[in-house]
DNA sequence: CTAATTAAATACCAGCCGGTACAATAAACC
DNA sequence: GGTTTATTGTACCGGCTGGTATTTAATTAG
């Protein structure tokens, strides 16, 4: 939880709160055009002075691999604790797809998930950000895998598809969820197209 | 086909080729982050000076619904006559899918579909390109509900969805598959991805 | 020929961008 | 006290952006 390392050492004591501009840059990226969003517009945002911003991050790609992390932390973690659990396979589907049609931010804008918003511009972003997004998709992948492997065992999935192509699809299927309410499709419909999709996996 | 409208009048003869300058900036739409490319840029690859592009498309608003509209000349509208020809359901079906999932530029690189990637960003794009999208948008929906339509009074669909949500979710199908191509998705992962998904409209 | 008309490209504009030198500041050590 | 160490923010850098003022070139009309 505590992201400002104790460092009890000698100069000027620090007054940036990274977990401050963690919040205020994983928002922005969040709302705004990764593209268009610059460091500059961030230090606005998150009253950190830009030199203040490349003492602790590096670079901007250190900053979106921070956030990257971070969101991991925050956002993706807990359901995949879900996804662990004991919960019946449809059941987990039913969270999924709960879970995947109501991420907003915290209040209006556009939707969806980040780490599947920055994937989609992986090539654009720096390679730090490019690994961890490498990262995060692979451990997504097995998560998916193993949970319907999990399921297969316990007699609840019974469809014959590899575990393998099955993660490969709910990730294809949660992936375009996001991208449609990012786009601004009224959630009950990406609701409705999920339903129909993941309906073959019974 | 004469884009270049015919003005036999008096001034300097024109030497701008707008379709040369349209087939660069698609292209390169098609290929590079949009958000990312400059009218600059554009006019470096396609030999021409910036003031001349701005006399013939305004600004880059106009340049990008110029662009839209030529593609859809260009690659949509064959599709649309497909659809709209008296195919059987279920071939029609496997042609939209190997049109989604072969749809490369010309040569290497990112492919996808040019309209879906910039649906995608249209939020960020200028307000004729926006009416553009839109547009376009609501006539591919209008091609997909009759041609469903059509196929349900010839008893080739069974399957008890309403056209209008069918239409919807061949679209949002057809979305991720270019998404993910665009992202670098192996085009038979995304060809099996769409196999599945559309399984559940026989 | 000159005047009018149209398109050409150079060279520029303000405004951003990512990134950094640098001097001021605030603490701990001696 | 002075020195050392670390963080601060101002003010700057070159480079790129979308967009344009302006001059020059090429044609037709009279």
Redesign the pocket.
């Known amino acids: 939880m505590n992201s400002n390392t104790v460092?009890?050492?000698?100069?000027?004591?620090?007054?940036?709160d990274r977990d401050h501009v963690l919040d205020v840059a994983m928002d922005s990226y969040w709302k705004d055009n990764i593209g268009?969003?610059?460091?500059?517009?961030i230090c606005r945002r998150s009253?950190?002075?830009?030199?203040?911003?490349?003492?602790?991050f590096?670079?901007?790609?250190g900053l979106m691999k921070a956030v990257l992390i971070r969101y991991q932390e925050q956002v993706l973690e807990p359901v995949q604790q879900m996804l662990n659990s004991d919960v019946p396979f449809r059941e987990a589907l039913d969270n999924l797809i709960s879970f995947a049609t109501s991420v907003n931010c915290h209040d209006e804008s556009p939707n969806g998930c980040l780490f599947i918003k920055m994937r989609e511009s992986r090539v654009h972003l720096?390679k730090e950000t490019q690994a961890q997004i490498d990262f995060l998709e692979k451990q997504g992948l097995v998560f998916f895998k193993k949970w319907v492997e999990r399921s297969k065992t316990k007699g609840e999935f019974s469809v014959d598809m590899s575990s393998e192509f099955v993660a490969t699809y709910i990730d294809a299927q949660l992936s375009n969820a996001s991208t449609q309410l990012a786009r601004g499709v009224a959630p009950e419909t990406v609701k409705k197209i999920l339903l129909v999709a993941f309906s073959v996996l019974e």
Chains 1, 2 share one sequence.
């Open positions: 460092k009890p050492v000698r100069g000027r004591p620090k007054t940036l268009n969003l610059s460091l500059n517009e009253g950190v002075s830009k030199p203040g911003l490349y003492r602790e590096s670079n901007e790609d720096g």
